[in-house]
């Protein structure tokens, strides 16, 4: 048999499986897909190796895919026989979820200049949205994907017109020609027209939902596939097999069934389906799902693409908590069938539950869930949550909620969350009738709290502006039930003592507040209520942790987007603060950063002035704008968050452990500066630290050289944000003045017992 390779880009997989169909009795097709993440393999690169004649199928997809794009000319300098077929491009509309076709066209200069013209104005339109990426990490990837776009736009020209030299053929005329070029490009004569049109048939059925495969995820409870093509003469076809199983199986004969298909696969073992239905029976049998993802993962790393294959992986490691590994397995589903039954319900409920950062993508998995026939009231539900909270469209969330009230008229969690939006919008009486339901459906929603409010609001008129006392109400009403419950019961519990929170009434600014030590301080001071001004230049970031310090611990949290390295934009917004947030009582200049990690004379200039603004000047300008208010009120506390690298230098740590030096030293300074008034002064010296983003920003988002804790237990954040809430909270008297932390298996900045993490693992791991 004839062997040819076929590339393509990933959202033409079901094009390449019908052509693969068409020509399989006489000829096998290597795959190799690309695919569009950012960093992602490029096609030159995968076809690298190949020396095989190349089917490329061109597509609006292919050719608006930097992957594909960058350095194909070289494939196309390597390859000695190329026949490019010009197929449109079939994608997945996420405003309507149906799959919708693009006309491909690359036959003349005009289509040439179209495409050129796509990738010119995509780098120009990136170059322009710069702005928005502000921390080192996201700026990283940021240029990373620059510099992929504009050396594809330099090349692109050159790509185009040699593709149109090529003379690529319309995918129309390889089917009316019964795909004669292919058979021409294997060396082979053209088949019989009849076995052609046979062959066809065949795979037109394949290809009858290109773009995603509507009979996919059907297990063989419901549907056996027809793989007899992989059955050798004379021997039982694996169906007969594999119906057999399940039959014996339904009858409670798990243990026969078993053994029924391992003997099926140790007789073909490269029968793929004989795999997937016996790692399908062991996730259905008692205390077989550790057997049953070893199965599915042998499975995949032979045929990485099956797609009922992925399914059953993704819930398998669901099951088992593997949660990351859940996701990567349905994501590479989702590339392969956007469409997979159930598959966008499952990764949206993923990604709520597990990954909660990641909210915008859950949204977009859920949106798409609600375009399915079959969709359930929780979907919307989940969806509404979504819209109504970290994505704060309101509208939209009600619209979500509405939905899933009518679906699931017993939902209670949406009639209440509905309740909270009506309460919002000033719909008072809405708002009653829908908490009313939900306390029906749920007793739990009827605390005094929420009765409290709901009844106080069933007589109040609508507002355009909510007074004080409804805006508390609307937080409260917002609390996460659990917590609000628990803590009704400690509010409300007979002669129960009231418990003031150390923090109440303390206002605590707060730098470099989005990751890392800063949110874990910003987590631990709202444990204790103190009031939070939180400032970073992330501001979706910021938002984010200002509403789950809000919900968690009902404090007030005040933000500022801000990048400290500013002078006029710090003095400015310190000095606008609303009044009441102006009397700061402690200060935590956290905000730092380490980039680069070469010796002094291969220093990067940038890095060095990006780490002396952030580390020395910002800190500076900050305490500058706060510290005289301090002075005036003749109190206050400010912790600087340093390093050990500011008590010990190391190699190639030179500019980085230069600026920790000066922390210290100001920190001294700052101390014998303001002693006379009545100022406490301190700083934290932590060695390495986990759970932050200090590693991945110092090699410039190389996630390898990161990787720098995999073998010690360091630090983590949390315990940092332990010794910054102890420093603050001595008595009055008491002042600590400097604090330097490391983890047990690190004695120095180079000495570190690097023998494993298990022997100190904290023991939630």
């Known amino acids: 048999m004839s062997i040819l390779a076929i590339a393509y880009s990933q959202e033409d997989l079901s094009a390449a499986q019908r052509i693969s169909a068409a020509v399989e009795a006489d000829i096998e097709l290597e795959h190799y897909p690309v695919g569009r993440a950012n960093d992602g393999e490029l096609l030159t690169d995968i076809l690298r190796k190949n020396r095989l004649p190349l089917i490329l199928l061109i597509s609006d997809s292919l050719l608006t895919n930097p992957n594909a794009m960058q350095g194909l000319i070289g494939v196309m300098e390597r390859t000695d026989q190329i026949l490019p077929l010009v197929i449109d491009a079939h994608r997945l509309e996420p405003s309507t979820g149906e799959v919708i076709s693009v006309e491909t066209r690359l036959f003349d200069r005009t289509d040439v200049m179209h495409y050129l013209s796509h990738w010119q104005d995509r780098y120009i339109e990136l170059r322009r949205g710069g702005d928005d990426y502000t921390d080192a990490v996201s700026q990283h990837a940021f240029k990373a994907y620059l510099r992929k776009i504009r050396e594809t736009s330099v090349g692109v020209e050159e790509v185009l017109e040699q593709l149109l030299d090529l003379d690529p053929l319309p995918d129309r005329e390889l089917r009316e020609a019964d795909y004669d070029p292919i ?53 039982e076809p694996a169906d007969a097999i594999i119906r057999r199983a399940w039959r014996m199986s339904d009858a409670g004969n798990t243990e026969e069934a078993l053994e029924e298909l391992t003997e099926g696969r140790e007789d073909r073992p490269e029968h793929a389906e004989l795999h997937y239905q016996y790692a399908l029976m062991l996730a259905l049998a008692a205390d077989r799902i550790d057997a ?19 399914f059953l992986a993704g819930e398998l490691h ?56 079959s969709v359930r ?22 619209k979500a909620l509405q939905m899933a009230v009518e679906i699931d008229p017993e939902h209670a969690p949406a009639h ?66 659990a917590e609000l419950e628990a803590m009704l019961s400690d509010r409300e519990a007979p002669h129960a003592e009231v418990k003031v929170r150390r923090g109440a009434g303390k206002t605590v600014f707060l730098s470099g507040a989005t990751s890392g030590i800063g949110l874990a301080t910003a987590r631990r001071l709202a444990e204790e209520g103190y009031r939070l001004i939180l400032a970073a230049r992330r501001k979706e970031r910021l938002d984010a942790v200002a509403r789950e310090l809000r919900n968690a611990a009902g404090i007030d949290v005040h933000t500022l987007e801000l990048d400290v390295t500013d002078r006029e934009r710090v003095g400015e917004e310190l000095a606008n603060l609303p009044e009441a947030w102006r009397a700061i009582d402690i200060l935590i200049n956290n905000a730092g950063k380490a980039k680069g990690f070469d010796p002094i004379h291969r220093g990067d200039l940038d890095h060095w002035d990006e780490m002396i603004d952030v580390n020395l000047r910002g800190l500076l300008y900050v305490t500058r704008a706060i510290s005289p208010g301090m002075v005036a009120r003749k109190g206050g506390t400010i912790i600087n968050v340093a ?103 690190q004695a120095s900045s180079t000495v570190v017992d690097r023998s494993g993490r298990a022997r100190f693992a904290p023991e939630e791991e």
């Open 183 to 235: 058979y021409q490009l294997a060396g082979l004569p053209a088949p019989e027209p009849a076995q052609q049109h046979q062959e066809e048939s065949t795979a037109s059925a394949a290809e009858q939902s290109e773009g995603g495969a509507s009979g996919a995820g059907v297990t063989m409870r419901d549907k056996v596939a027809d793989h007899s093509g992989n059955d050798r003469p004379g021997s």
């Open 292 to 310: 049953a993802r070893t199965e599915i993962t042998e499975l995949l790393t032979r045929e990485p693409n099956h797609a009922e294959a992925l």
């Open 318 to 373: 669901l099951a088992a908590g593997d949660y990351l590994l859940a996701r990567q397995r349905w994501q590479r589903l989702a590339d392969l069938q956007p469409g997979y039954p159930e598959l966008n319900q499952r990764l949206g409920y993923l990604l709520t539950d597990h990954f909660p950062a990641d909210h915008r993508e859950a949204a977009t998995y859920l949106s798409r869930a609600t375009k399915d026939s």
């Open 377 to 398: 009231g929780e979907t919307y539900y989940r969806y509404g949550k979504l819209l109504a909270g970290p994505l704060d469209r309101p509208k939209k969330a009600f």
């Open 416 to 481: 209440y969350l509905l309740a909270v939006l009506e309460f919002d919008r000033g719909r008072l009486n809405h708002a009653r009738q829908n908490f009313l339901l939900a306390v029906n459906l749920e007793p739990a929603y009827g605390t005094p709290a929420n009765r409290r409010a709901f009844s106080a609001g069933h007589h109040a008129p609508p507002v355009e502006k909510k007074p004080p006392v409804a805006s508390d109400a609307l937080s409260a009403l917002k609390q996460n039930i």
């Open 643 to 745: 390093s050990t690298a500011g008590k010990e230098v190391y190699p190639n740590g030179n500019v980085y452990c230069a600026t920790k030096h000066a922390v210290d030293a100001l920190t001294h300074s700052m101390r014998l500066d303001l002693v006379e008034h009545g100022i406490r002064v301190g700083q934290i010296c932590p060695a390495h630290v986990e759970e932050t983003e200090f590693a991945l920003v110092r090699f410039d988002g190389d996630r390898e050289r990161a990787k720098i804790y995999q073998d010690f237990q360091p630090l983590r954040s949390r315990d940092v944000a332990e010794t910054i809430h102890f420093m603050i909270s001595q008595p009055p008297h008491v002042n600590i003045l400097d604090v330097v932390l490391q983890g047990t298996q």
